[in-house]
């Protein structure tokens, strides 16, 4: 499994508008090949700072997923928001066990 964090702020006043184009791209992210989860957080701490979680198969699917239309149009819109670059924390992970 790969997993990767991806964490950027907004203004305060762009974050709505910035959640809303991530959720927007949700279920397009979802449905492509490998991916397992894509997840948004807003921090309930800062009010500019937003989190994305993705889980992927495997590191090709997601740089499938990062030549995608899907991650072109949200660059589009959240880069000229952030008020300071991401960071990108990028894992391979082995999944012990899911528990229900």
Known sequence: MFIAIVDFRTAPAD????????????QHVR????NVAF???ASRADDSAITIVHEWA???????YQTS????RSGE??????IAP??????RADLLETVR
């Open 15 to 26: 974050r709505t508008s910035a959640l809303a184009r991530l959720d927007a791209e949700s």
């Open 31 to 34: 449905a492509m090949p490998g």
């Open 39 to 41: 997840r948004v957080y």
């Open 58 to 64: 495997d590191e090709e699917s997601f740089a499938g």
């Open 69 to 72: 239309d899907s991650f072109a």
């Open 77 to 82: 819109v959240l880069r000229p928001m952030m």
């Open 86 to 91: 991401p960071v990108s924390r990028r894992f």
